[in-house]
């Protein structure tokens, strides 16, 4: 794993445990606790069994992370009672176990953690590809989304893709895009912003998520538009503005 090798064969100990051979939800848990907090593997395992109601496979990796791989039949334990009601898709059900099992460990564990899930995989095929993805996602969530702590490998391709460019590139790109007029992004704008796009730039989905009259959000859009000329409501501005806002917050830490 060091060396980024993803095919190696899986050490005597895993190769051995029938359980990998059958399709697992791979999660990777890391934990912020101090270096001098002592956590108990037996404990954490009890932990994880008791909120999956079900036996898993814990693996220790570096300090403080553990892969978790809980059992396939979790997509679909409860969809008898979901009858009648629109199928959730996989992502969603992903997304939903994440956000339990992060609350539950939040409360029950050490504190704050991050938590990354990929899609369902067969361990025995894919275990080390499956855990240098999972490192990734935290790594691209904890970058790209700071007060975030479930990350969902599906949620974060763009992330992915920013990252891989140069980083003379991504400063040329916003100055391009903001033409050096970047205090225009201050605290308000970014949420506004932010909920404007997770919202589909649906104008009155947004002002009912901000708490705001709808005239006030339109004037927030006509602001920013008039400051930079750039019309979010537009989609090649749109576009524009939602790569320079992921990017401006990353340049900006660094």
């Known amino acids: 794993m060091e060396r980024g090798s993803t095919h190696a064969e899986l050490p005597d100990a895993l190769a051995s445990q029938s359980s990998l051979y059958s399709t697992k939800i791979p999660l990777l848990l890391y934990g912020d606790y101090s270096q001098n907090q002592r956590v108990s593997y037996a404990e954490l395992k009890k932990l994880l069994e008791s909120f999956f109601e079900s036996e898993i496979i814990l693996i220790p990796l570096l300090e403080k992370e553990w892969l978790i791989l809980a059992p396939e039949g979790l997509l679909t334990s409860g969809s008898e009672?979901?009858?009648?009601?629109?199928?959730?898709?996989?992502?969603q059900i992903?997304?939903?176990?994440?956000?339990g099992l992060y609350e539950m460990l939040a409360n029950e564990w050490v504190g704050e953690c991050h938590?990354?899930?990929?899609?369902?995989?067969?361990?025995?095929?894919?275990?080390?590809?499956?855990?240098?993805?999972?490192?990734?996602?935290?790594?691209?969530?904890?970058?790209f989304h700071v007060g975030s702590f479930i990350h969902l490998r599906w949620e974060l391709r763009l992330e992915k893709l920013l990252h891989l460019i140069d980083e003379e590139e991504k400063a040329e790109f916003l100055e391009q895009v903001l033409r050096g007029i970047d205090?225009?992004?201050?605290?308000e704008t970014v949420i506004t912003l932010e909920h404007?796009?997770?919202?589909?730039?649906?104008?009155?989905e947004t002002a009912k998520k901000l708490y705001i009259h709808r005239n006030t959000l339109l004037y927030r859009l006509d602001k920013f538009k008039n400051e930079t000329g750039l019309d979010v409501r537009t989609f090649n501005h749109a576009v524009l503005v939602r790569l320079a806002l992921l990017l401006y917050k990353v340049t900006k830490r660094k």
């Open 94 to 99: 992903l997304d939903a176990l994440g956000s």
């Open 81 to 91: 009672e979901r009858e009648g009601d629109e199928e959730e898709s996989v992502e």
């Open 183 to 187: 205090h225009v992004l201050d605290a």
């Open 196 to 204: 404007f796009f997770t919202l589909d730039c649906n104008v009155s």
């Open 115 to 143: 938590l990354a899930i990929d899609y369902p995989v067969k361990p025995s095929k894919s275990l080390f590809a499956t855990i240098l993805k999972l490192r990734e996602t935290i790594m691209l969530g904890r970058s």
